[in-house]
C-alpha cells in the first residue's frame, strides 16, 4: 500500500482510539520512525504532514539531517554516552534517558549547544532482558535525579513494549506505565514537567492510545516492512 493509503488508515485507528480515551486527534503525536528509510520516501510522508522523525541511530539522524529540512527529529534508540555530542544541536526530545550518567552528558553537551534538552525516561515495564530502560521502581528517582541537571528537563515516560502478536496482552504494561507517569507528576520534582507518554508502535499503538499514550512511534505501518539488507 502506499505511504498515502497507510496514514489515512492509521490516521484514522488514531483517532477512534483517541476518543475512546477521552481525548481528541490532536492531542496524539503521530511521530514516523524512519529509520532505514531511504530520503525520497520519508520525503513522501513528510509532504503528507509527518513533520515530526524518529531515528533510533545518531549516525542515521546526522545522515539525514540536512537532507530533510523542515522537520524535527526525535532520538528514539538507545543512546551512547559518546555519541551525545553529535545531536545535542539536533534533537528535540530524546526518549531514551535510562541513567544518571547519560543524563549528565545530556545536560553537558545541551548546555554547550546553548540550549535545555527535553528528555523522557525510557521504562523497561516488562522487564525483558534484551532492552533497555530502567525497572518501573527506579524511573522515579532517576526522573527527580535527572531534573536536578542543570540543562535537561524531563518531559515524561517512554517504553518499548514486548512484540506480542496480540497486542491486547500489551494493555497491562501500557496502564502500569500510565500510572507510573501520574504517579511521578504528583511528586512535582524540579524541572520534571510530565507531559509525555511515549507508547505505542505499529503492532500496538491503538492500544496504547486507549491506554493515554500521547506520542506514537510508527514506522512500518506507514512505510511498510524495512529492508535491512540493502540499506
Ligand atoms: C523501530 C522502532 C519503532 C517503530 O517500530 P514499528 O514496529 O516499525 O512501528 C518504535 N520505537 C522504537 C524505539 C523503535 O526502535
Redesign the pocket.
Known amino acids: 500500500m502506499s505511504i498515502a493509503q497507510n496514514l489515512k488508515d492509521i490516521e484514522e485507528k488514531i483517532t477512534a482510539a483517541a476518543v475512546k480515551s477521552g481525548r481528541k486527534r490532536e492531542d496524539i503525536l503521530l ?1 514516523a ?1 524512519s ?1 532505514t528509510i531511504d530520503i525520497p520516501r520519508i520525503k513522501e510522508a513528510v509532504a503528507l504532514g509527518c513533520t515530526e522523525l ?1 531515528e ?1 541511530r545518531v549516525q542515521e539522524i546526522m545522515a539525514k539531517y540536512d537532507e530533510i529540512p523542515g522537520v524535527q527529529w526525535h532520538l ?2 538507545h543512546l551512547q554516552t559518546n555519541k551525545v555530542k553529535y545531536i545535542a544541536d539536533k534533537v528535540k526530545l530524546i ?2 534517558v535510562d541513567s544518571l550518567k547519560l543524563g549528565e552528558e545530556i545536560s553537558r553537551r545541551s548546555a554547550q549547544a546553548g540550549r535545555v534538552m527535553d528528555v523522557l525516561v525510557e521504562v523497561n515495564m516488562a522487564g525483558e532482558e534484551s532492552k533497555h530502560g530502567v525497572r518501573p521502581e527506579d524511573a522515579q528517582e532517576l526522573a527527580a535525579q535527572l531534573g536536578s541537571l542543570p540543562d535537561i528537563c524531563v518531559k515524561g515516560l ?1 517504553t ?1 513494549a514486548p ?1 506480542d502478536p496480540v497486542p491486547e496482552n500489551n494493555r497491562k504494561y501500557f496502564r502500569q506505565m500510565k500510572e507510573l507517569f501520574e504517579t511521578i507528576k504528583s511528586k512535582n520534582y524540579a524541572n520534571v514537567d510530565m507531559q509525555h507518554l ?1 507508547m505505542g ?3 500496538d ?1 491503538e492500544v496504547a492510545v486507549e491506554e493515554g499514550a500521547d506520542i506514537v ?7 511498510g ?2 529492508d535491512y539488507g540493502n540499506k
Open positions: 511521530l520512525v529509520k524518529g533510533n528514539i534508540g526518549h531514551s517512554m518499548v512484540y511515549s508502535m505499529t503492532n499503538y512511534r510508527i514506522g512500518t505501518g506507514i512505510f516492512a524495512r
